[in-house]
């Protein structure tokens, strides 16, 4: 079907078929996340590595820890791979991966939280989710 970002082939890769501009685009997202995971200045440090649940997470070193290998591994593979045209399926879950923590992130940060706030962010806030949901979700059709 063309117009497909990401489609499965029959030996089991996923062809990548972004344009240079949505490759550009998917770069930064990816570049956010790595520098989220190593600045504790950046604005999306702090949704990176907040608490999935503070109840049981909040004084756990050694899960946070995990987390936090698990972004940073995600993130560098999908860096090491923005240029393939063709992904392995661990290197497709790198990449949903950074772009789901990469979402999440903006919502965090941006106070989108409901459907509400959504409608009412900024056009070139809104255009940047669109896009970053359009990739994931092409994305995780192909498992």
Known sequence: MPGKLFTRRRDGR???RL???GRGVIRE???HVLAAER???HEWHLSLNAPINPSSDDDDPLSSLARQNEIATNAELSVMTLKE???TDAEAW???STLQVALRSTAVVNGILSDEKLESAA???LEDIRTMQQ????LAACF
Do not use: K, N, R, T
């Open 29 to 31: 997202v990816f570049a």
């Open 123 to 125: 056009p070139e806030l």
């Open 94 to 96: 790198a990449w949903l």
């Open 135 to 138: 990739f994931l979700f092409e």
């Open 85 to 87: 045209q063709y992904l």
């Open 19 to 21: 344009s240079d501009a």
């Open 39 to 41: 600045d504790p200045g």
């Open 14 to 16: 996923i062809e990548v």
